[in-house]
């Protein structure tokens, strides 16, 4: 009979973590229908002691069988060979994390294989290994360069790729696209313009755009999860060519979004546009978290703290440093020649984040949406250069900015 052989082979099992008889099973491991060897133990203590060994077992039954938590039926995607996962700080990307409280419905999905960059493309110094090299170590992370004409116009043609591989981005965004397809579009208009995506390794960074939807604050990484009627996504791209970086982001609308989100949406572009409009030499860098707080405030929505603009060029992210909160203490005053970004990130609810187990994903705290817009800009002599201006072709995908 099925139950006494059941029932003696449960009682010859012995403890994995002490060799005793063992009369125990792991409940994960039968919530798994993984085998009872090795899933027995004969006291609670000894459970105890192998668990930093014993749950590695869980997780790689999870890995070779892979299924996508609580979302929706057109994201229950079938587990594909091709897909990886996301490790970082020995953290795996499963929407099932057991230490995990999710902020928000949103969860994580498998991520695909890292895309090729073709040989001839001018790679920036952690394209190999994962690691910037020059970035940690330069001056430029103290003093604000003063770009050369050169320099400038440089910037000046990589922040146009950069804006029109965005472009091509928003193209595509529709309900039922994945955020990898996204990453794909970027990754392929990007080297086709003979550039290499600043993201891709970048700190290990997995892909080579930031796609961030709907509570994530900044630095999702594209995955299968297919893109939801009434989401929001920011896709955040930065280009490498000719030996500088551009970098700009925009946050889109996929199918019908709720005028909570459309206004959250509209007043983060706002808020970008108001800080773009008081930047010329002699202003304060703090003044631009005045700019962005007072017209985010106004409207209820709170300011994230814990990431800001930056300076660019030769380096993906120097001095200055530009919070986009009000009251900072940001050191230094606007000159002719600075490239940098302003980047605020605005969110629905509280202001502040929360990071997922796979060390990028900023959430907000409370799971309410974030959006973000994002540009490089030149200070010149009376005022400002928008470096990744919107072109005669973008598409017209913001309302209040057609008729
Ligand atoms: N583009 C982002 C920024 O605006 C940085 C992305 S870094 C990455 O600064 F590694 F997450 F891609
Ligand atoms: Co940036
Ligand atoms: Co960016």
Redesign the pocket.
Known sequence: MAGESDMAETTTLSCAQCGKPAHLQCPKCVELKLPREGAAFCTQDCFKASWVSHKSVHLKAKLSSFGPGTPGEQNSAAPDDDWLYCLKKGQTRTPKHPLFDWTGTLRPYPISKKRIIPAHIDQPDWAMDGIPKEEPNSDLQHVVEIKTTEQIERMRETCRIAREVLDAAARVIRVGVTTDEIDEVVHEATIAAGGYP??LN??F?PKS??TSVNEII??GIPDARKLEDGDIVNV?V?VYYKGVHG?L?ETFFVGNVDEASRRLVQCTYECLEKAIAIVKPGVRFREIGEVINRHASMSGLSVVKSYCG?GIGEL??CAPNIPHYGRNKAVGVMKAGQTF?I?PMINAGVWRDRMWPDG?TAVTADGKRSAQF?HTLLVTGTGVEVLTARLPTSPKVFPWLNS
């Open positions: 600043s993201p970048y700190h960074f755009c930031c900044c630095h955040d930065t970098d982001n930056h993906f992210h970004t980047e990028w994002e």
